[in-house]
Nanobody
């Protein structure tokens, strides 16, 4: 079992930066693909970014390309999402997830999820 806890969310202004963290316990993350998703009320959870188990490969949704950077520190059992040039449309609850197989952009590929952290970007 993997327990994931996100942190780092908050209220920021347009153009600001924010770094989210996802700390794991219960198991090492070093064998898991890690992903970040986001969700707004009434909408589906959207893929934002993913990183391979060893951190050698990354994948970004169009919404994240050029602004978000996913990284991981397996020694600290933590994954990060650095978000720059934030926009009001980035307002959402951000979730991290751990998975072992399947397309990294698919929700069903991830077995473990955190509880989410709220990011609010004011205009």
């Amino acid at each position: 079992q993997v327990q994931l806890v996100e942190s780092g969310g908050g209220l920021v202004q347009t153009g600001d930066s924010l770094t989210l963290s996802c700390a794991a316990s219960g198991s090492s993350l070093s064998t898991y693909v890690m992903g970040w998703f986001r969700q707004t009320p009434g909408k589906e959870r959207d893929f934002a970014a993913a990183i391979s188990a060893l951190g050698t490969l990354t994948d970004y949704a169009d919404l994240a390309k050029g602004r978000f950077t996913i990284s991981r520190d397996n020694a600290k059992n933590t994954v990060y999402l650095q978000m720059n040039s934030l926009k009001p449309e980035d307002t959402a609850v951000y979730f991290c997830a751990a998975g072992t197989q399947g397309p990294r952009r698919r929700i069903a590929s991830y077995a473990y999820w955190g509880q989410g952290t709220q990011v609010t970007v004011s205009s």
